[in-house]
């Protein structure tokens, strides 16, 4: 018997594209409670079956491939700019390559347009109809309506007339924002896009024995191995240490760990990595969304995707990576860094913030740990405290200095200088990654 969450999960899978969904609407549908249907909802953005949208609220998506993700269909559009749509509603499945600003004369404008494209303009009738009839869609803007006769074109083509009640700057930039948000999750590296995939790992039954496990792990030289059932199940994972000492005729079901940490295939790369530290694993279960094994990821993998992911260019660029871009290394000194106080690195006061403090000290100290001892490293705590504020247009650098390094963990201290005098000091506590 399917529980709340799976009924409701169904619930919005059956949805249209491009329909509204709340938790109030949820949770009368399907007389559940309101916790019930938010925990549940969340899970469906997970899943990228809905996306909330700024001012515009939870939709109903159609899922995309990654490979594609960079693109919007005409029927994210509409939510996105919180539209109504005129005419060509058949053709809102479709993607738009890139949209256009209406904003010159209609036959200069139409050197820009093709098929395909979306045009942003206002009441300019004569420019609806000739965009349609070169193959691109039409987002009227101001709240404006289209002719009867550009609603018919629309309808004969499948090309949509969409109007929304904001100007055209703003719609420019919230298309702009959906690309840029897109692109940055396209650059986040998930467990599936690194998986060894279920046809190339080796597993055991449980009905196995430890002589079994012995052969292969001889012939492998793997650590450990997913324990699944016949249908494929994920019901524990066995290792070398689990072996140890046990007669070559024991059943592998009685000396296997149970209930294993495990990841989905849109488990997120870090999130894996972060659990392997934590956990001290070497290799970590994925599983697909009814449980069974879609393969598994292991401590090199995880490794290669971060020095990959650090080699990648910059495609959207996040929060942190506009901190990071303001650091430079001090010529006389390899360890230390420097940056000035711009005002994206400060508080409503007009102060450098906590956040970006906090960004530029991990990523100094990730810096100075590789500097001294190949390899990755991931911050697990922090102290921090200002002795003064630090002004917008201050030159600030900072210091890290290694106190103590083990085979798992390092202790860095940093002071933070401006003008030669003490500003701040932190101590920041890392895991290290390695083979």
């Known amino acids: 018997m399917a529980t709340k969450h799976e009924l409701i999960l169904r619930y919005i899978k059956g949805l249209s594209v491009g329909e509204k969904i709340s938790v109030r609407q949820v949770a009368r549908v399907l007389s559940v409670s309101d916790g019930t249907a938010y925990r549940a909802i969340k899970e469906a953005e997970n899943r990228k079956l809905v996306n909330t949208i700024e001012r515009v609220g939870t939709i109903r998506i159609e899922k995309k491939k990654r490979d594609n993700i960079e693109h919007l269909t005409f029927a994210e559009v509409l939510n996105i700019v919180d539209g109504q ?28 347009i093709d098929a395909g494209n979306l045009l942003i303009v206002g009441n300019r009738l004569k420019a609806h109809e000739t965009a349609l009839l070169a193959g691109a869609a039409v987002l009227v803007t101001g709240g404006f309506d289209a002719s009867d006769e550009a609603k018919k074109i629309a309808d004969d083509l499948e090309l949509p007339i969409i109007s929304t009640s904001y100007d055209t700057f703003t719609v420019a930039t919230m298309l702009n924002r959906a690309i840029f948000d897109q692109l940055i999750e396209k650059k986040i590296l998930l467990a599936e896009d690194i998986l060894t995939p279920f046809s190339e790992t080796i597993v055991m039954q449980s009905n196995n024995q430890v002589s079994d496990f012995n052969r292969v792990n001889k012939e492998s030289q793997h650590s450990g191995y997913p324990v699944i059932e016949k249908s494929g199940k994920l019901i524990g994972i066995v290792t070398s240490r689990d072996v140890i000492g046990r007669s070559d005729d024991e059943l592998i079901r009685k000396v296997m760990t149970r209930n294993p940490i495990t990841v989905t295939e849109k488990t997120s790369v870090a999130s894996a990595g972060h659990s392997m530290i934590w956990e001290g694993l070497d290799l970590i279960p994925v599983i697909t969304e009814k449980g069974t094994l879609a393969g598994i990821i292991s401590r090199q993998d995880v490794l290669k ?11 959207g660029e996040t929060n942190d990576d506009i901190v990071k871009s303001q650091m430079e290394i001090v010529s006389n000194d390899p360890y230390a860094i420097q940056f000035i106080v711009v ?78 005098e003490l500003i701040a000091k932190a101590m920041v506590m890392y895991q290290l990654f390695e083979r």
């Open 85 to 112: 749509v005129l005419g060509g509603r058949d053709g809102l499945y479709k993607t738009l390559t890139k949209f256009v600003i209406g904003a010159m004369q209609l036959d200069d404008m139409m050197r820009y």
């Open 305 to 315: 995707a971060f020095q990959m992911a650090q080699r990648q260019p910059q495609q």
């Open 343 to 420: 005002p994206q690195l400060t508080n409503e006061l007009g102060s450098l913030s906590y956040g970006a403090m906090t960004t530029l000290l991990t990523d100094a100290g990730n810096r100075a740990i590789k500097l001294h001892k190949r390899g990755e490293s991931v911050p697990e705590n922090m102290t921090l405290y200002f002795i003064k504020h630090v002004q917008l247009g201050s030159v600030v650098r900072v210091e890290p200095r290694i106190l103590h390094m083990s085979r798992r963990l390092v202790k860095v201290d940093f002071d933070i200088l401006s003008e030669g």
